[in-house]
């Protein structure tokens, strides 16, 4: 089974206006972390994002927020006011607990390809 | 620039031949993480160090090794390498391998087989 689903293969979005991309995961693990990376056509992988699972709060950082549903193991990105240069692929990652002293390493899903329209 | 450091950028080689990859992680960090990341499969995890030791080996073939130095420097090395190799191989740093501590990515290293 797949640790961590984005269902949304690509997405578009006018610019100035918001998007989400979904990412759903999976794990029996109480202690986890899920992470979201932005990969532009040049290739580089850029954090944008992080969510523990203890956390009571969505994350945000400036125009990225993170809509955290724990219950239903969701964490979809939000990204507020798009701007061209949004145009990317963005993948969720998760961070499990291991026990026995090793952490996990980072599990990504296949990502969302976003189109932002002038 | 995330601080991490990959060598080189590009990569054209032969099948059967034997390349290595190198990767210096962010200062003071102590896991390195190599991915691979082809159309089809992905990113996918290769293997982790943390301050020398090998930590968690995830799909990693038994033609490709790596290792990680005391200079916390880290080489992945692919042998016998077939078509299928071809792919963009990143390498990642993170101070702890936490499950709240992020991994900074290099710019990777993409690799041709022909």
């Known amino acids: 089974a797949q640790k961590i689903t984005q269902t949304q293969p690509g997405m578009f979005v006018q610019e100035k206006e918001a998007v989400t991309l979904d990412c759903t995961y999976d794990?029996?693990?109480?202690?986890?972390?899920l992470f979201w990376y932005k990969q532009p056509s040049s290739g580089e992988m850029i954090f944008l994002i992080y969510?523990?699972?203890?956390?009571?709060q969505n994350a945000t950082e400036g125009r990225y927020s993170l809509n955290f549903q724990k219950a239903r193991k969701s964490a979809n990105l939000v990204i507020s006011a798009s701007q061209l240069g949004d145009s990317a692929m963005y993948f969720c990652?998760?961070?499990?607990?291991?026990?026995?002293?090793?952490?996990?390493?980072?599990?990504f899903g296949k990502g969302t390809k976003l189109s932002v329209k002038p | 620039d995330s601080g991490v450091t990959q060598t080189p950028k590009h990569l054209i080689t032969a099948t059967g031949q034997r390349v290595t990859l190198r990767c210096s992680p962010r200062?003071?960090?102590?896991?390195v993480y190599w991915y691979q990341q082809s159309l089809d499969q992905g990113l996918q995890f290769l293997i982790q160090?943390?301050?020398?030791?090998?930590?968690a080996k995830g799909n990693i073939l038994e033609r490709f090794s790596a290792q990680q130095f005391p200079d916390l420097h880290s080489e992945l090395n692919l042998s016998s390498l077939e078509l299928g190799d071809s792919a963009l191989y990143f390498c990642?740093?993170?101070?702890?391998?936490?499950?709240?501590?992020?991994?900074?990515f290099g710019q990777g290293t993409r690799l041709t087989v022909v």
């Open positions: 794990t029996s693990d109480p202690s986890y972390g």
């Open positions: 160090y943390y301050n020398g030791e090998e930590r």
């Open positions: 990642a740093s993170s101070p702890r391998d936490t499950v709240n501590t992020e991994a900074f």
């Open positions: 990652a998760m961070r499990e607990s291991q026990g026995g002293g090793s952490q996990g390493n980072l599990i």
């Open positions: 200062s003071g960090d102590l896991s």
């Open positions: 969510q523990g699972s203890y956390d009571q």
